[in-house]
C-alpha cells in the first residue's frame, strides 16, 4: 500500500529536499507550502523528477489551513503514514550573542506562534489519520539551539549563539517531541526530534557546510525507521544529541 507523507515548509531549504527524497523512495508526498505560488512552483519542480508530489497550502500558523490539509488527507486517502515537522523561522535579530535581556516578547510570541504552538495544534489534528497507519512515523526537525546539553557547554561552538526565542521555541519542540512519544507509547507511532545539521537555507545563511541535501538526510532516514526503531529521541545522522 503507498505510503502517505506531509512534509510542513516544503517550498525551499530542509523542507524541499526532504519532499524529493522521501517521494524518491515511492511515498506519496504532500508538499505543504503557505505561499501558494512558492508551493506550486516547488511541486511543479519536482513533478518534472516524475516524483508524486502534491502542493497543500498550509500555513501552520492558520487553524483553517490545518484543518483543510487534514480533511484533504483523509478524504483522499484516510490515513497519513509519515509527519515532517519541518516549518520554522527565525526571528532574533542575530544568531551571535544573548539577546534573552532585551529580545521583544512580540518576537517571542511570533516565534512560538509558528514554531511550538502550529506544529503542535497541526501535529494534534493530524494524529487521528496517523493513528490509521501500520506505522506512523512523526519527525520534528528541532535544533541544537534548543538544546540545554549544548548551551551549558562552555567548549561547544554554538555556546556564544543565543538567539533566544528560536532556542526556546525549539527547546519546547524537544518538550513536545518526549512528551508525544510517551503518550503514544503503546500505539504504532514513532515520534522522534532530529537536528539536520548546520545547513546552506535562509535560516542557515550561504555560510553553512551543509548543503540541504545533506541537511535533509538525518529527517528522513528517521520517517523510513522500521518498528524496531526508536520513540522519544534527538539525534543527527543517527547519533543521540544532548537534549
Ligand atoms: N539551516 C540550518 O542550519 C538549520 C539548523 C538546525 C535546524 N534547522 C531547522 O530546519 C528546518 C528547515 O529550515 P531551513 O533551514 O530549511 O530554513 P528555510 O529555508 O528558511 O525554510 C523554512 C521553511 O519553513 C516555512 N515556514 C515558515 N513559517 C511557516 C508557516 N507559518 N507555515 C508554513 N511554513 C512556514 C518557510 O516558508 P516561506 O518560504 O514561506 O518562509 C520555509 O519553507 C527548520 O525547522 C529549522 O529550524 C535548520
Given at each position: 500500500?503507498?505510503?502517505?507523507?506531509?512534509?510542513?515548509?516544503?517550498?525551499?531549504?530542509?523542507?524541499?529536499?526532504?519532499?524529493?527524497?522521501?517521494a524518491?523512495?515511492?511515498?506519496?508526498?504532500?508538499?505543504?507550502?503557505?505561499?501558494?505560488t512558492?508551493?506550486k512552483?516547488?511541486?511543479e519542480?519536482l513533478?518534472?523528477?516524475?516524483?508524486?508530489?502534491?502542493?497543500?497550502?498550509l500555513?501552520?500558523?492558520?487553524?483553517?489551513?490545518?484543518?483543510n490539509?487534514?480533511?484533504?488527507?483523509?478524504?483522499?486517502f484516510?490515513?497519513?503514514?509519515?509527519?515532517?515537522n519541518?516549518?520554522?523561522?527565525?526571528?532574533?535579530?542575530?544568531?551571535?550573542?544573548?539577546n534573552?535581556?532585551?529580545?521583544?516578547?512580540?518576537?517571542?510570541?511570533?516565534t512560538f506562534?509558528?514554531n511550538?504552538?502550529g506544529?503542535?495544534?497541526l501535529?494534534?489534528?493530524?494524529?487521528?489519520?496517523?493513528?490509521?497507519?501500520?506505522?506512523?512515523?512523526?519527525?520534528n526537525i528541532s535544533?541544537?539551539?534548543?538544546s540545554?546539553?549544548?548551551?551549558?557547554?562552555?567548549?561547544?561552538?554554538?555556546?556564544?549563539?543565543?538567539?533566544?526565542?528560536y532556542?526556546a521555541?525549539?527547546?519546547?519542540?524537544?518538550q513536545f517531541?518526549v512528551?508525544?512519544?510517551?503518550?503514544?507509547?503503546d500505539?504504532?507511532?514513532?515520534?522522534n526530534?532530529?537536528?539536520?545539521?548546520?545547513?546552506?537555507?535562509?535560516?542557515?545563511?550561504?555560510?553553512?557546510?551543509?548543503?540541504?541535501?545533506?541537511?535533509?538526510?538525518?529527517?528522513?532516514?528517521?520517517?523510513?525507521?522500521?518498528?524496531?526503531?526508536?520513540?522519544?529521541?534527538?539525534?543527527?545522522?543517527?547519533?543521540?544529541?544532548?537534549?
Amino acid at each position: 500500500m503507498t505510503k502517505i507523507a506531509l512534509v510542513t515548509g516544503g517550498n525551499k531549504g530542509i523542507g524541499f529536499e526532504t519532499v524529493r527524497q522521501l517521494a524518491q523512495q515511492n511515498i506519496k508526498v504532500f508538499l505543504g507550502a503557505r505561499n501558494e505560488t512558492e508551493g506550486k512552483n516547488a511541486e511543479e519542480t519536482l513533478r518534472t523528477e516524475s516524483l508524486d508530489v502534491t502542493f497543500i497550502k498550509l500555513d501552520i500558523s492558520s487553524s483553517d489551513d490545518i484543518e483543510n490539509t487534514r480533511n484533504f488527507i483523509e478524504k483522499q486517502f484516510g490515513k497519513l503514514d509519515i509527519l515532517i515537522n519541518n516549518a520554522a523561522v527565525f526571528l532574533d535579530s542575530a544568531w551571535f550573542g544573548n539577546n534573552t535581556e532585551t529580545v521583544p516578547l512580540k518576537t517571542l510570541r511570533d516565534t512560538f506562534d509558528i514554531n511550538y504552538f502550529g506544529t503542535v495544534e497541526l501535529t494534534q489534528a493530524l494524529l487521528p489519520l496517523l493513528k490509521k497507519s501500520d506505522a506512523g512515523r512523526i519527525v520534528n526537525i528541532s535544533s541544537v539551539s534548543g538544546s540545554f546539553g549544548v548551551h551549558l557547554d562552555q567548549s561547544h561552538w554554538l555556546y556564544q549563539l543565543k538567539p533566544y526565542a528560536y532556542s526556546a521555541s525549539k527547546t519546547a519542540l524537544n518538550q513536545f517531541t518526549v512528551f508525544l512519544a510517551n503518550a503514544l507509547g503503546d500505539s504504532k507511532i514513532k515520534v522522534n526530534a532530529v537536528n539536520p545539521g548546520w545547513v546552506q537555507t535562509s535560516i542557515g545563511s550561504d555560510q553553512a557546510p551543509l548543503t540541504p541535501q545533506e541537511g535533509a538526510k538525518s529527517g528522513v532516514a528517521m520517517a523510513l525507521i522500521d518498528e524496531n526503531g526508536p520513540s522519544g529521541t534527538f539525534s543527527q545522522d543517527g547519533e543521540a544529541l544532548p537534549w
